[in-house]
């Protein structure tokens, strides 16, 4: 009966692991929403909450690696259940990387509100909409263990890589032919590798579940 006990006791841990990690997931993708509606919008108020979040998103990683760290030291877990906690403390810096990037994209977003806009928005918020996904999409694969779904979100990281490679040519343009453009160009440019580096942060997720569920390393191999 006593092992019975622990066991529940575990799961119910790990339940709340879970729980813990999509709340904080939930954050970082309002975030990403956020910070480039702040942009296309044009509303520093909402920029500065963006920026505010990344305070609750720091918070929530050092409460779940302390959560990790004891289930570690006093549930000693092994096979799966280990690579599941050690994962999730990778998960966790991605995710939090993950807000850091859509602060300073709200901080570039409160310089251009000040600005006339230089063109209208709109590869940005495709590249935001599809990095969301990808986050959403590998922490769903994480919660269910769904290898699949996350060699889709790898996968899914060529779309981004493009737009943001559009993007640098338009801008890039724009500074050649009017050297008045350059500063508004450069921090859109900021934003733009900014939200590559989300979707870059969502594959390395999709990554580590993939090592989960299959207890195989596939970084730096797929195409």
């Known amino acids: 009966m006593e092992n019975e006990h622990i066991s529940k006791a575990f799961d119910i841990e790990l339940n709340f692991l879970r729980q813990s990690i999509l709340i904080m997931g939930g954050k970082v993708e309002l975030m990403i929403a956020d910070s480039v509606k702040s942009l296309v919008e044009r509303d520093t108020v909402l920029a500065e909450r963006t920026i505010a979040l990344d305070h609750e998103v720091n918070a929530a990683e050092v409460a779940i690696d302390e959560h990790c760290l004891e289930l570690l030291a006093l549930r000693q877990p092994v096979g799966r259940d280990l690579r599941f906690i050690t994962i999730a403390l990778k998960i966790v810096t991605d995710l939090e990387r993950i807000g850091d990037q859509c602060a300073?994209?709200?901080?570039?977003?409160?310089?251009?509100?000040?600005?006339?806009?230089?063109?209208?928005?709109?590869?940005?918020?495709?590249?935001?909409?599809?990095?969301?996904?990808m986050v959403k999409e590998a922490l769903d694969a994480f919660v269910i263990g769904d290898a699949d779904l996350a060699v889709k979100v790898c996968n899914d990281d060529s779309y981004v890589d493009d737009l943001n490679s559009q993007i640098q040519r338009e801008l890039l343009t724009y500074m050649i032919e009017d050297p008045t453009t350059i500063s508004r160009a450069m921090k859109l440019n900021y934003i733009s590798k900014s939200l590559e580096r989300v979707a870059d942060h969502a594959t390395n997720v999709a990554e580590m579940v993939i090592f989960m569920v299959k207890g195989?390393?596939?970084?730096?191999?797929?195409?």
């Open 216 to 223: 195989k390393d596939i970084r730096h191999m797929i195409a």
């Open 104 to 133: 300073n994209i709200a901080k570039r977003t409160r310089e251009l509100n000040e600005e006339p806009p230089l063109k209208p928005y709109i590869d940005i918020p495709r590249m935001a909409h599809r990095a969301e996904i």
